[in-house]
């Protein structure tokens, strides 16, 4: 359960306040600006599959993040949100356990109510090299705030 005092520290976008989910799983938001957001998680254990590597749902829930973050202005609004209208993932290697995952997404166009956002999760080797997990796209569509 968190604290009063944790609930009311500054958080870096209006949608992190009350998203239980990213604060479970340990995202950090490293920078965020209009459609562009980079985070970070550690692939901890409770988030392996049987194969002992990265559970898809975690490295797409990770991306899935990174696309809100992407197209939701970092202040927050009173009269919309823009939710994902579909999603898409490649997954290119396996996310190995212990190591820190870094999920970078884009804009790549926005048309009235409507955006695609690429995300890109990536892994750093124990040689040095950026490898990339996995490539999500995202389909976005801005609609009223649920009251």
């Not at 949608?15 to 901890?44: F, S």
Request: proline fraction near 6%; include cysteine; glycine fraction near 10%.
């Amino acid at each position: 359960m968190m604290t009063k005092a944790q609930v009311e520290e500054p958080v870096p976008h209006a949608i992190l306040r009350n998203d239980y989910a990213t604060q479970w799983m340990g995202i950090n938001v490293i920078e965020v600006r209009d459609g562009h957001a980079v985070i970070t998680m550690e692939l901890r254990p409770e988030m392996l599959n049987g194969f002992g590597i990265g559970h898809g749902g975690m490295i797409f829930a990770l991306a899935d993040t990174a696309f809100a973050l992407s197209c939701n202005p970092v202040e927050g609004s009173e009269q919309n949100i823009t939710v994902a209208s579909g999603a898409d993932i490649n997954f290119l290697r396996p996310a190995i356990p212990g190591r820190t995952l870094t999920a970078t997404g884009k804009r790549v166009s926005q048309q009235g109510r409507s955006g695609v956002y690429d995300i890109t999760v990536t892994q750093e080797s124990p040689e040095g090299t950026t490898e990339v997990v996995a490539e999500f796209r995202g389909r976005s569509r801005t609609v009223p705030k649920p009251q």
